[in-house]
């Protein structure tokens, strides 16, 4: 059973605002500011326990990375693996991603994450898709022209339900991949739920797209 509320996670937030981020809306605009360097600002939206995150901020230091992660108590797995980590380019924000508009400028992020988020199957939950068009408007909005946003996913449903909603959007398809571990790319930082359903042999599907310019 998920463990809803830790109530030492405040203080662990609280003691480690390197990191964690507790007046996010503030920092509309103005995010390069909380980062050691300026550099390209990469947005990871249900950042679960933090192991892409963390793994990427290491593997690219040269990128700014936030995540977001509305759930406290597992956004405390994140902040020990970014610890862990020993990056400084990475802060996380414990916030419902709901409307990012409040959070980010316009043309403030250069490329977006979306990492095996919930599938929501049910037609009747269609809205609560972190790619249905209401969120693509948003991160058409925060995304600067050109910007990309990447989703990773076991779910094939979603995957084929994100395709269409971007193609709607007038998203263009940069790259569509059914089977990611088949490419063997180096670059590629795996996320928790993305070892646990490989290792079980699940395909793990991939696309990244682009707002037009
Ligand atoms: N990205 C991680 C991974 O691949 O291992 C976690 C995947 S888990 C299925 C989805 C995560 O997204 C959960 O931790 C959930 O709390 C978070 N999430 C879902 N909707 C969100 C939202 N609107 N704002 C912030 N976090 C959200």
Redesign the pocket.
């Known amino acids: 059973m998920r463990i809803r509320n830790k109530p030492w996670a405040d203080d662990f937030f609280e003691e480690n605002d390197d990191v964690v981020v507790s007046e996010p809306f503030s920092y509309k605009g103005k995010w390069q500011e909380i980062f050691e360097e300026e550099q390209p600002l990469h947005l990871e939206?249900?950042?679960?326990?933090g192991?892409?995150i963390a793994g990427m901020a290491g593997t690219f230091p040269d990128v700014n990375f936030i995540g977001?992660?509305?759930?406290k108590s597992?956004m405390v797995g994140a902040l020990k693996k970014v610890k862990e980590a020993e990056v400084s380019n990475a802060r996380l924000v414990n916030?419902?991603?709901?409307d990012l508009r409040d959070m980010f400028a316009e043309n403030e992020i250069d490329h977006l994450y979306l990492?095996?988020?919930?599938p929501w199957p049910k037609t009747k939950h269609e809205k609560r898709r972190?790619t249905y068009r209401t969120f693509l408007e948003q991160y058409e909005s925060i995304l600067k022209p050109g910007g990309k946003l990447t989703l990773k996913t076991d779910n094939r449903g979603l995957f084929e339900y994100s395709l269409s909603s971007f193609s709607k959007f007038g998203m263009v398809i940069e790259d569509v991949t059914l089977d990611l571990h088949e490419l063997e790319d180096e670059n590629n930082v795996m996320?928790?739920?993305?070892q646990k359903f490989s290792e079980k042999g699940q395909p793990i599907y991939r696309c990244t797209v682009s707002v037009s310019v």
């Open positions: 939206i249900g950042s679960g326990k192991q892409f977001i992660e509305r759930v597992v916030e419902d991603a709901k990492n095996f988020s919930d972190l996320t928790e739920y993305e």
